[in-house]
T-cell receptor, first 111, second 113 residues
Framework: QKEVEQDPGPLSVPEGAIVSLNCTYS??????FMWYRQYSRKGPELLMY????GNKEDGRFTAQVDKSSKYISLFIRDSQPSDSATYLC???????????FGQGTTLQVKP | ETGVTQSPTHLIKTRGQQVTLRCSSQ?????VSWYQQALGQGPQFIFQ???????GRGNFPPRFSGLQFPNYSSELNVNALELDDSALYLC????????????FGEGSRLTVL
């Protein structure tokens, strides 16, 4: 069993839809949770960074962490074709450079 | 723009050869991490350097080694290349005085034939 599980998709939605991306994890000691966006042939770009449980909102993006269920989510409102990318969840035990990534979910937003 | 630059962007090597990949971090970013990303997979942690010392390593053999220099540049060296080493190699840096966000470069795509 992988430490972090993420449905690889692909996920295809129409423009304007609400997108829900999810990851589950097995290690209850994870404290820091991140979502990265990766366009084709590019490096991952940090979208959201959360410590411990709770919600965090930034524009059209909302990140949720439920440590009791070992489940994290990223919601994208009013999705745009420019949101088409691979979304990677990542987490770490402590505030270091060692992250455990999910496999990534490929999202396509159709005009 | 993350301020993390990597070179070369693409390279092709043959099995058994050695390769050096380079990374330049933002000024003040004392921690650099290297990741390997196979096609269709998430990045996997190789190792981390803090103030020029390795201080964390993932499940990679000793033929993967690194260096970090005082000018915020670093190297990843891979000896005795194998076909499975073909991947995107990502460098990431962070400033340990902030909240700890990790910023990635664009990566070096290595193909081993």
């Amino acid at each position: 069993q992988k430490e972090v599980e993420q449905d690889p998709g692909p996920l295809s939605v129409p423009e304007g839809a609400i997108v829900s991306l999810n990851c589950t994890y097995s290690n209850s000691a994870f404290q820091y949770f991140m979502w990265y966006r990766q366009y084709s042939r590019k490096g991952p770009e940090l979208l959201m960074y959360t410590y411990s449980s709770g919600n965090k909102e930034d524009g059209r993006f909302t990140a949720q962490v439920d440590k009791s269920s070992k489940y994290i989510s990223l919601f994208i409102r009013d999705s745009q074709p420019s949101d088409s990318a691979t979304y990677l969840c990542a987490m770490s035990l402590s505030n270091t450079g060692k992250l455990i990534f999910g496999q990534g979910t490929t999202l396509q937003v159709k005009p | 723009e993350t301020g993390v630059t990597q070179s070369p962007t693409h390279l092709i090597k043959t099995r058994g050869q050695q390769v050096t990949l380079r990374c330049s971090s933002q000024s003040g970013h004392n921690t650099v991490s290297w990741y390997q990303q196979a096609l269709g997979q998430g990045p996997q942690f190789i190792f981390q350097y803090y103030r020029e010392e390795e201080n964390g390593r993932g499940n990679f053999p000793p033929r993967f080694s690194g260096l970090q220099f005082p000018n915020y540049s670093s190297e990843l060296n891979v000896n005795a290349l194998e076909l499975d080493d073909s991947a995107l190699y990502l460098c990431a840096s962070r400033n340990d005085r902030n909240t700890g966000e990790l910023f990635f470069g664009e990566g070096s795509r290595l193909t081993v034939l």
